[in-house]
């Protein structure tokens, strides 16, 4: 059975992302501060809120410096997916500068509501192990007001108004700004692939 870490990083979510993982057999451990990631071989870094909030509590725990330095892989899950990049509008706040690029509000438009909450589709942009089994036109369910951009690391990409990062991934990092916790099937896949990714 392999330990995950679940960092709660003050997000309200952790304990359902923890269940997600217990059903596809994982054991996650819930932690809250840097010295519970040692010998770990597994990350999530889960978010709900904002981002500055969100920065401020990794920052008191220690994990500001750890997280760069990891050697196992790391998965961010929504505002835990924009923590990875360089800087967010939200809060007009540095990040972990992990992936490049800035994370934006959405802009919405005629008839599109900002936050985005709800089902939507996925735009397979790269192939990866990460997205073995799901297939294009696959729906994950999203709560949102703030994306990050499409760059040459987006796996997949959804549109809400304008066209966004669903998937990331880079090395040893990875994120979802949509919820596997919530996303059904397709989410206990993402969850499935990456406890047994192997980044090169």
Not at 16 to 37: F, I, Q, T, W
Not at 56 to 83: K, S
Request: charged share 20%.
């Amino acid at each position: 059975m392999m330990e995950v870490a679940v960092i709660d990083a003050g997000g309200a979510n952790f304990g359902s992302v923890c269940y997600a993982l217990e059903r596809l057999g994982a054991a996650p451990r819930v932690v809250r501060d840097a010295d519970g990631l040692r010998g770990m071989p597994r990350v999530l870094l889960p978010g709900v809120g904002a981002a500055a909030p969100a920065m401020a509590l990794l920052r008191e725990r220690g994990f500001i410096e750890v997280l760069p330095r990891l050697e196992v892989p790391l998965l961010g899950i929504c505002v835990g997916m924009q923590l990875l990049f360089e800087r967010s509008e939200e809060g007009d706040v540095a990040c972990l500068g992990l992936l490049p690029g800035r994370v934006r509000k959405l802009q919405g438009g005629p008839g599109l509501r900002v936050p985005h909450m709800g089902w939507n589709t996925l735009e397979m942009v790269a192939p990866s192990p990460l997205l073995e089994g799901i297939a294009a036109g696959a729906s994950a369910y999203f709560v949102h007001g703030y994306a990050a951009p499409v760059t040459a690391d987006c796996i997949a990409a959804c549109t809400h108004g304008e066209r966004f990062a669903a998937v990331v991934a880079r090395g040893r990092i990875a994120g979802a700004q949509f919820h596997p916790e919530r996303s059904a099937s397709v989410g206990a896949r993402l969850l499935d692939n990456f406890l047994r990714w192997m980044p090169a």
